[in-house]
């Protein structure tokens, strides 16, 4: 079937769209960014500057598969695309920063923006790992001395989940709660689940 496509869209349109995918991607990964940096960016100029000169930034980076020279020159982008780019980052941080509910609904609030990593990655909706916890718990699977593995940790979804859960019962959940990520992406969105419900990683 491709070998078909390919001659009707011609050479030249095959390459702007495997450019524009590119792009797309760079997009949803610095937005990525912005929500996993403990920093306040509000444009890429501010998240290229914290790339460089901060370690935790450079790890966050890498695992995003962020370069700064390709950040660089996104910077020439015309300048109604530029500004599109700064003020969803800008609406980000906000997201992650609202006062005004707790910060584990904060991180919820953000990660129901990103539906997916990749087409094989994909984020489990808050009403598929609320039914499939339901199950567990009417098999008797929560009490203190039990500890829970998510084999296949995307943003921590299942792991924040189990740890609202817990809570609630009154159950301390530290050291409890483990998780294997699926990709270095799956493990900085995991890794940022678990600083904020105090939870080792």
């Not at 450019?19 to 940096?37: D, E, H, M, Q």
């Not at 980076?61 to 980052?89: C, E, G, P, W």
């Not at 718990?137 to 989940?161: Q, R, V």
Request: include cysteine; proline fraction near 2%; glycine fraction near 4%.
């Amino acid at each position: 079937m491709l070998k078909i496509f390919l001659p009707m869209m011609g050479k030249t349109n095959l390459i702007k769209m495997t450019l524009c995918g590119k792009i797309r991607t760079y997009y949803t990964r610095i937005l990525f960014y912005a929500f996993l940096s403990d920093h306040n960016e509000q444009n890429l100029q501010e998240i290229i500057m914290h790339i460089i000169n901060e370690g935790n930034n450079s790890r966050i980076a890498k695992n995003l598969n962020l370069d700064v020279r390709i950040l660089r020159y996104m910077q020439s982008m015309n300048h109604f695309t530029l500004s599109s780019l700064d003020y969803q980052i800008q609406n980000i941080n906000t997201l992650v920063r609202d006062d005004t509910i707790s910060e584990i609904q904060r991180v919820q609030n953000v990660i129901h923006k990103f539906d997916r990593f990749s087409s094989s990655e994909i984020i489990a909706p808050e009403w598929v790992v609320d039914e499939m916890l339901g199950y567990l718990e009417n098999k008797g699977a929560y009490n203190s001395e039990h500890n829970f593995l998510d084999i296949a940790s995307k943003a921590g979804e299942f792991s924040l989940g189990i740890d609202k859960l817990l809570k609630s019962k009154g159950v301390n959940t530290t050291n409890s709660i483990y998780a294997i990520p699926t990709s270095p992406i799956a493990y900085e969105f995991t890794r940022r689940v678990y600083t904020i419900i105090g939870t080792k990683y």
